[in-house]
């Protein structure tokens, strides 16, 4: 039950933190410095990124109508119209934008987890980005954006921010959804359409890490083992569902800058933590 217990603390985690721009990964890692789960090493370090399939769950089921390439009702269909040309575009331009993390990720994944998966890098990921993300807000205000509507990104604008996502595939503390936002901000992109953009990044990102993390660590779960992981997906998705809710309404009359102050402290706070031994 205590297990139980700490994936419910996990699940809460990775659903506010996945998609607020203050990096899942690195506030799972020091939760996991207070919390430990009594778990293999090879199960932690799956758990930690097949829970966040409950939270790209909850993207598909909210955005649905808008990344469903086919449109199913009955007048698309008398109308022979059920295909949606312009959601196979939004696909393309996607999977364009993971072709950096995924090639990087498939090859040294490995390395990346056994280098920069500390208490310190994921300090100085935080307190990077977020003057990143005070400095970029500072120079973008009063300007407007260049790309205000999801059908106005091209190919090229794409592949720049899957190169900010290649920084947090790289770097955990980054945060995805923090790298891409930025990147789309940096480039022009509205805060909402980098926001959406960055929601549906997510899907084939994750999944993909998922099934890699799955392959690599087998089929073989006990019954602990699948309760704890359903459980952290479960929470993972249903908070999830309201932390999306809240950043979009929340960006539509405000910057990003509050998130850029709170990854500095955390980050000063970590450094803090570490030297003074709390954290390893």
């Known amino acids: 039950m205590l297990e139980i217990i700490k994936a419910i603390l996990f699940g809460i985690v990775e659903g506010i933190t996945e998609w607020l721009p203050v990096s899942s990964t690195g506030h799972m890692i020091l939760l996991n410095e207070f919390v430990k789960m009594n778990v293999s090493e090879d199960f932690w370090e799956m758990f930690l990124v097949v829970i966040q399939l409950g939270a790209i769950l909850a993207v598909v089921i ?80 009063g300007k407007e954006a260049k790309i205000t509507e999801l059908s106005q990104i091209d190919f090229k604008t794409a592949l720049l921010i899957g190169v900010f996502q290649l920084i947090a595939a790289i770097f955990p503390g980054t945060s995805r959804s923090g790298a891409t936002i930025l990147g789309g901000l940096l480039i022009g992109v509205s805060r909402t359409v980098a926001a959406e953009f960055t929601f549906f990044l997510a899907i084939p990102v994750m999944f993909g890490a998922s099934l890699l993390k799955i392959v690599k660590f087998g089929i073989s779960f006990s019954g602990m083992e699948m309760a704890i992981l359903l459980v952290g997906m479960v929470v993972a998705f249903v908070v999830s569902i309201i932390v999306i809710k809240f950043l979009l309404g929340y960006i539509r009359k405000n910057d990003f800058k509050v998130f850029g102050w709170y990854r500095i402290i955390l980050g000063i706070l970590v450094i803090i933590a570490t030297i003074t031994g709390i954290i390893g």
């Open 62 to 141: 909210l955005f649905w109508n808008k990344i469903f390439p086919f449109d199913l009702s009955k007048k698309a269909i008398s109308e022979h119209k059920v295909n949606r040309p312009d959601v196979w575009m939004l696909w393309a331009k996607i999977l364009v934008a993971c072709v950096p993390a995924a090639v990087v990720g498939i090859l040294f994944d490995d390395v990346f987890d056994a280098l920069f998966y500390n208490g310190t890098c994921v300090a100085i990921a935080l307190i990077v980005f977020g003057i990143g993300f005070i400095l970029i807000e500072n120079h973008n205000k």
